[in-house]
């Protein structure tokens, strides 16, 4: 999940803002958490596509 769309409970600003230190804590939990957490869902999108079309490419090959 990434972080730039979850509301902070405390201070009910984005976490990604970290305006409070329940806010900038979340956020580092998140980015600690997993590597591609801190990647926008269209990032997401991109690198998905990106690997689908690598292993079509590879199947055309071996045939």
Do not use: F, K, W
Request: aromatic fraction near 2%.
């Amino acid at each position: 999940m990434t972080y730039d769309r979850l509301v902070c409970a405390n201070c009910a600003a984005p976490v990604s803002e970290g305006r409070c230190p329940v806010c900038r804590a979340n956020r580092q939990r998140l980015q600690q958490q997993s590597p591609l957490s801190g990647l926008n869902p269209m990032a997401l999108i991109a690198l998905v596509a990106l690997l689908v079309a690598a292993v079509a490419l590879l199947a055309h090959q071996t045939v």
